[in-house]
């Protein structure tokens, strides 16, 4: 067993309220220059919607991740074959255009325009060639416009739902629609670091932190198209691939990342994970269905004396054991099981994990064709247009996890490979919380019912307020455990880099190993 560490994060989406500050934040620090202005290290796409990159989730198109053939993983598009016949073209490259081209507004036309009958306007202009262009894509255009054809109905999430299912999502989305931030997932088995022909990319041992050391790249890219979440970009101007480093200067100062520590509705947590390293080729080459299962079995409990005593053998700092112990995302993945991974299917295992949306609770669709017919399938709701009837009784208000929410199929598309019971599974213990802390604050539903919807789901009541503490009221230092730096192994590192002979990277006196 080969215990090792790793800072991992988790997103609560029932909380993100869309409003891109942690995007600003990022862009502000890490991106705000030239050849970075397309970058967005952070960002927070609409779903349903399109994405940034565009359809960046269909590998049919970008070629992204690990496909598995007789129990072994290959790169879709990357690789030493595949790598050397496309270094001077690579078809699986986003283009510009499928992020967007950056443009800004030349404001002082507004001051100086001479007086004239018009009202002046600011043209917008690139940011690349400083000349007028016209604004077609944005990093979140798909933001108020879900149910578009040119973008809801994109989303590569729906390609196995049903025409019917899918016409009830888009009837859903005229009320609510979901907001899905994402940064690089620093991934245990990322096929960045993998695809890297020069060995650039490199995942850092005391903290699982993946880094791109700038004076190795190359540019050759593979990165960016080996990356599955599309979280490496190329820097046009320096000539460099560059990431998401997590903010690493922040954590080893003990702060916690830009974009978590300026999240206004408090989705972001961030915490130490135990997980037994030798598991990672058999993991990531097993079956699509167990893919899930078999990460979250990976991870280990920082409270076990065995996976203690092989950490400790391991190297791992007693201080970062005690940070595992209370990780935040440790109790909602593991403890709790209220989270999943995004796209386990790309093979990367991702070790940012989202709480799936419960969403706002609505009521069930019905198609109708007229008032007499609306009235009598609910003579109370009468609330229905465009011949669907909106059932917003107190009776539907608490009903199924299948009859009020968007489609757990899209869901399980998302975070579960498609297996849509591991969806309904978190959904259901979402819900249970919610009933719980109504009946335990309002009062107006039955103890035994409250009970007996805990006990479906395997909750206790004292674990249920556990969940609702870190979920609604949870200070800074509950929702961001960040392990101790330890300074006097830093600067080992840095005088063992300085003195070895063709030293490529921080802490390293040979090329990383790439691959598995």
């Known amino acids: 067993m080969d215990v090792r560490s790793q800072v991992s994060m988790l997103f609560h989406l029932d909380k993100c309220i869309g409003c891109h500050t942690c995007s600003i934040a990022c862009k502000n620090i890490w991106t705000d220059r030239k050849g970075a202005e397309y970058m967005w290290w952070n960002n927070v796409e609409t779903k349903p919607g399109t994405g940034y990159p565009t359809k960046w989730e269909d590998q049919d198109i970008y070629k992204g991740g690990w496909r598995e053939e007789g129990g072994e993983i290959s790169l879709r598009g990357a690789g030493k074959l ?14 510009l255009g499928d992020y967007y081209e950056p443009f800004t507004y030349k404001y002082l036309d507004l001051i100086e ?12 202009v690139s940011l690349i060639t400083g000349k007028p262009i016209d604004i077609k894509m944005g990093p979140n255009w798909d933001d108020d416009l879900s149910g578009t054809p040119d973008y809801a109905r994109q989303d590569p999430n729906l390609a196995n739902l049903s025409p019917g299912e899918q016409e009830a999502m888009f009837q859903l989305e005229k009320m609510a629609f979901f907001y899905l931030p994402r940064i690089c997932n620093h991934c245990l088995n990322p096929a960045c670091v993998a695809s890297c022909p020069s060995g650039a990319i490199y ?31 190329y820097n046009w101007n320096t000539g460099k691939s560059e990431k998401c480093i997590l903010c690493y200067p922040r954590l080893e100062a003990g702060h916690a990342p830009a974009c978590m520590h300026s999240c206004v509705g408090r989705i972001r947590y961030l915490g130490v994970m135990l ?3 030798d598991r990672i080729k058999e993991i990531a080459s097993a079956d699509e269905s167990e893919l ?14 065995e996976v203690i005593a092989a ?26 099981g209220l989270a999943l991974p995004l796209h386990p299917e790309f093979r990367t295992l991702p070790m940012l994990f989202y709480v799936p949306p419960l969403l706002p609770v609505m009521a069930s669709i019905t198609e109708v064709n007229n008032t007499e017919q609306a009235e009598k399938l609910n003579p109370i709701s009468k609330h229905w247009t465009d011949n669907w009837l909106y059932d917003t009784t107190t009776e539907e208000l608490w009903g ?17 490979a498609g297996d849509e019971s591991k969806v309904i599974d978190r959904l259901k213990k979402l819900m249970a919380v919610r009933i719980h802390r109504r009946g335990k604050t309002v009062g107006d539903i039955d103890e035994t019912k409250v009970a007996t919807t805990l006990k479906d789901v395997n909750l206790e009541a004292d674990m ?53």
Not at 113 to 124: F, I, K, L, N, V
Not at 400 to 416: G, H, L
Request: proline share 7%.
């Open 82 to 95: 595949r790598g050397l016949l496309n270094i001077f073209h690579n078809p699986h490259l986003p283009v």
């Open 275 to 277: 997980y037994d390293a």
């Open 464 to 516: 249920a307020d556990d969940i609702y503490h870190l979920t609604s009221l949870a200070t800074f230092d509950d929702r961001f455990v960040i392990p101790p730096a330890h300074r006097e192994q830093a600067i080992e590192m840095l005088e063992n880099a300085g003195d070895a002979k063709g030293s490529v990277g921080f802490g390293f006196n040979e090329r990383p190993s790439r691959g598995l």
């Open 400 to 416: 199924t996890i299948e009859q009020v929410r968007f489609p757990i199929k899209y869901m399980a598309n998302m975070f579960s």
């Open 113 to 124: 325009s001479p007086e004239g009958d018009d009202q002046p306007t600011a043209r917008p």
């Open 203 to 233: 995942k850092r041992g005391e903290d699982g932190i993946v880094l791109i050391n700038q004076k190795v790249c190359r540019a050759w890219r593979m990165c960016v198209t080996a990356c599955p979440y599309k979280k490496s970009y």
């Open 292 to 305: 899930v299962d078999l990460q979250l079995e990976m991870l280990l409990d920082p409270f076990d004396e």
């Open 311 to 336: 950490a400790k053998k391991n190297g791992v700092a007693d201080s970062t054991l005690k940070a595992a112990q209370r990780s935040p995302v440790y109790k909602f993945v593991k403890e709790w």
